[in-house]
């Protein structure tokens, strides 16, 4: 069945690019509801000119919301409201099995916590989640799509269940060349995945904050190197902590596909962009997929199976 969170689950933080305070508040929702964002200083936006009085607080986390942004992914309607960096809270909803709720933000961007998904992780497998009267659909992908650009390329094609294989390539002795290949069945996402961290390089932290970027970015927040050096405290969480978190950032990006996806994804050198140009480019062809009931037999495999229990079945 559909689902949605027991009670209501809130975070305080900063954005990681803005580094603004932003506090942010996970709502149950009804069936058929999926992700919405709902920006709570739309009035306060417009006194300063920003957004106008009129526009709708509301951003659906979709595929087609998705609007070019630097290092993240931003989610904008048609009034220009925008709400951003969202992979890890969407990560963290589709590895739990959440498919309906309702996200209240005083701001423009998701606050970066750790810089991982598991302190969203933590309060959500806290509160626990409800079934809802209605069944679960999914995505099939039916034949292998792909989008290159220079060497990097993202790949979906037909599988029994999700799985994600990734690798990354980078100069820094730190972090090197990476693979790594999940089933995100049994609570893959939560074993595996959610506690590593988003990371960069020395550098590429100073010509951000140059340029207006990575401003709420911390030591604490981010895994930051310098050639072969991890300069973050404590070091690093996994020796590949790099390629997991960027199977965490794929994981997140994909749920924007509205529905659970049944499919293997490939990802060389990709990143939020690719992604979403990967999903654009399945919907756009009527025969790379189906929306289908999932039998019981498909539940069991999806990415939230049996990491929480619904504690019962609510009216539509």
Request: proline residues 5%.
């Amino acid at each position: 069945m559909q689902t949605t969170l027991a009670k209501t689950v809130t975070f305080e933080g900063v954005g990681l690019h803005s580094g603004a305070p932003v506090r942010m508040a996970l709502h149950p929702a009804p069936t058929d509801h999926g992700i919405t964002f709902r920006r709570t200083d739309v009035a306060k936006a417009a006194e300063l000119g920003t957004l106008k009085p009129s526009a709708d607080p509301r951003v659906v986390a979709l595929w087609d919301r998705v609007t070019p942004s630097k290092l993240c992914t931003l989610i904008e309607n048609a009034d220009g409201v925008s709400v951003s960096t969202i992979e890890h809270i969407m990560a963290a909803l589709a590895g739990l099995g959440v498919t309906n709720a309702l996200i209240e933000i005083d701001g423009p961007e998701v606050p970066i916590l750790d810089g991982s998904a598991a302190p969203f992780v933590a309060k959500i497998r806290r509160a626990g989640l409800r079934a809802l009267s209605a069944p679960l659909s999914a995505i099939r992908v039916l034949k292998p799509v792909e989008v290159r650009s220079g060497e990097a390329w993202a790949r979906l094609e037909p599988a029994a269940a999700l799985e994600i294989d990734f690798a990354i390539d980078f100069a820094d002795a730190a972090i090197g060349r990476q693979e790594k290949r999940l089933k995100m069945s049994n609570g893959a996402f939560v074993r595996e995945l959610m506690d590593s961290r988003t990371f960069c390089r020395q550098s590429d932290v100073e010509f951000m904050q140059a340029n207006g970027l990575a401003l709420g970015g911390t030591y604490e927040n981010a895994v930051v190197v310098d050639g072969a050096k991890v300069l973050s405290p404590g070091g690093l969480r996994h020796a590949d902590e790099a390629v997991r978190h960027k199977m965490l950032d794929a994981m997140g990006d994909l749920a924007l596909a509205g529905a659970p996806l049944i499919a293997r994804y490939v990802g060389h050198r990709a990143g939020h962009a690719m992604t979403n140009q990967l999903l654009r480019a399945l919907f756009a062809d009527a025969r790379a997929w189906r929306r289908e009931t999932c039998s019981s037999d498909e539940v069991h495999r999806l990415p939230g199976a049996g990491v929480l229990r619904p504690v019962s079945v609510a009216a539509r």
